[in-house]
Antibody
């Protein structure tokens, strides 16, 4: 069972860049699709993108111009950077895993971290 | 982009009753790539069903998934008190991966 833990600032100013890190325990970065998902308060879930297998990434077109997902395999961490933050980016941000193969589902989740965009 | 439309928006039922939740896709989704999640207030979502009908580890057998093509269903055979929550369907078939808007199952 993989455990995930998000970390990063809870408050970001408009126009600034959000940086979040997900620390993975119980598994190796190279095995799965390492993903970020967000959920604005009281709303549904939005997939942001993933990092997979030595550098392959895929992003939601709605955020593609502003998002970068990367991994540090030496630390068993993967990260999200989202530039030009606005109030519309206020949300709980989750990291999650997808194993692929015969198991297509977001199997493991972090507890989520609330990010508020405000001056 | 595949749009997933869930119905109803809210389902009001009593413990012990059967819940039937629908998820309709704007394009065909391969069954391997359709999943269902449960989310309770203040918690991360939990994977219930993957591949349209496979229960995830530790999920009770009162939860079942069915369907194919563009129409999928999550059934809870007999609602337990802990089942009152929001349920989401989600697809991996075509990028971007998308979620339905959710169905809230509330106590009647």
């Amino acid at each position: 069972q993989v455990q995930l833990q998000e970390s990063g600032p809870g408050l970001v100013k408009p126009s600034e860049t959000l940086s979040l890190t997900c620390t993975v325990s119980g598994g190796s970065i190279g095995s799965y699709y390492w993903t970020w998902i967000r959920q604005p308060p009281g709303e549904g879930l939005e997939w942001i993108g993933y990092f997979y297998n030595s550098g392959s990434t895929n992003y939601n077109p709605s955020l593609k111009s502003r998002v970068t997902i990367s991994a540090d395999t030496s630390k068993n961490q993967f990260s999200l950077k989202l530039t030009s933050m606005t109030a519309a980016d206020t949300a709980v941000y989750y990291c999650a895993t997808v194993r692929g193969g015969y198991n297509w589902g977001f199997t493991d989740w972090g507890q989520g971290t609330l990010v508020i965009v405000s001056s | 982009e595949i749009v997933l439309t869930q119905s109803p928006g809210t389902l009001s039922l009593s413990p012990g009753e059967r819940a039937t939740l629908s998820c309709r896709a704007s394009q065909r989704v391969t069954t391997s790539y359709l999943a269902w999640y449960q989310q309770k207030p203040g918690q991360a979502p939990r994977l219930l069903i993957y591949g349209a009908f496979n229960r995830a580890t530790g999920i009770p057998d009162r939860f079942s998934g069915s369907g194919s093509g563009t129409d999928f269903t999550l059934t809870i055979s007999r609602l337990e008190p802990e089942d009152f929550a929001v349920y989401y369907c989600q697809q991996f078939g075509i990028s971007p991966w998308t979620f339905g808007q959710g169905t809230k199952v509330e106590i009647k």
